[in-house]
T-cell receptor, first 113, second 115 residues
Framework: AQSVAQPEDQVNVAEGNPLTVKCTYSVSGNPYLFWYVQYPNRGLQFLLKYITGDNLVKGSYGFEAEFNKSQTSFHLKKPSALVSDSALYFCAVREDNFNKFYFGSGTKLNVKP | GAVVSQHPSRVICKSGTSVKIECRSLDFQATTMFWYRQFPKQSLMLMATSNEGSKATYEQGVEKDKFLINHASLTLSTLTVTSAHPEDSSFYIC???????????FGPGTRLTVL
């Protein structure tokens, strides 16, 4: 069965410091992995995806994520956090033969000035 | 990226009434759309998969007679919450996307409040 785990409900980081939001996944086939961000009372905005190719994926707003097959992880990173990055972040996985997405529980990122 | 719209963005209704939420893909055709429900501070719960020209596929535990889904065209899916009750109050989000390359684009969501 497909699943996604985001082990941290909340991540706190000071502005200017690097940030990491963790995600691990479980699928039986080849994974397609995604990160989305949600601001209050808004829908989800796409940040980046891994389909195939380079394990390091660069996305919107300076975010990047590294696909690690051996650890079944897809952690979201940014070298220098901004206060405006404060939001709810969701990791999602889709199996290559199916159209359904599975979402993690979400991680609230708090960036303090 | 592709744009998905939802209407209305916010609705308040009385208990017992029905509410219809529209989801439109504005610049692409979507044979499949998805409806999610999100509770405060929680993740998205997939309710159903809306298939153009055929019946929706509901997830386990979702009442199909309660949440009616119609996918009338390649750009429009509707979710009707029938005989709404306060416990139906939630944030409803739709998504759509091509099968290849695999990606989902999300609508801005609809906040439903049932009094």
């Amino acid at each position: 069965a497909q699943s996604v785990a985001q082990p941290e409900d909340q991540v706190n980081v000071a502005e200017g410091n690097p940030l990491t939001v963790k995600c691990t996944y479980s699928v039986s086939g080849n994974p397609y992995l995604f990160w989305y961000v949600q601001y209050p009372n808004r829908g989800l905005q796409f940040l980046l995806k891994y389909i195939t190719g380079d394990n390091l994926v660069k996305g919107s707003y300076g975010f990047e994520a590294e696909f690690n097959k051996s650890q079944t992880s897809f952690h979201l990173k940014k070298p220098s956090a901004l206060v405006s990055d404060s939001a709810l972040y969701f990791c999602a996985v889709r199996e290559d033969n199916f159209n359904k997405f599975y979402f993690g529980s979400g991680t609230k990122l708090n960036v303090k000035p | 990226g592709a744009v998905v719209s939802q209407h209305p963005s916010r609705v308040i209704c009385k208990s017992g009434t029905s509410v219809k939420i529209e989801c439109r893909s504005l610049d692409f055709q979507a044979t499949t759309m998805f409806w999610y429900r999100q509770f405060p501070k929680q993740s998205l719960m997939l309710m159903a998969t809306s298939n153009e020209g055929s019946k929706a596929t509901y997830e386990q535990g979702v009442e199909k007679d309660k949440f009616l889904i119609n996918h009338a065209s390649l750009t429009l899916s509707t979710l009707t919450v029938t005989s709404a009750h306060p416990e139906d109050s939630s944030f409803y989000i739709c998504s759509a996307g091509p099968r290849a390359p695999p990606q989902q684009f999300f609508g801005p969501g609809t906040r439903l409040t049932v009094l």
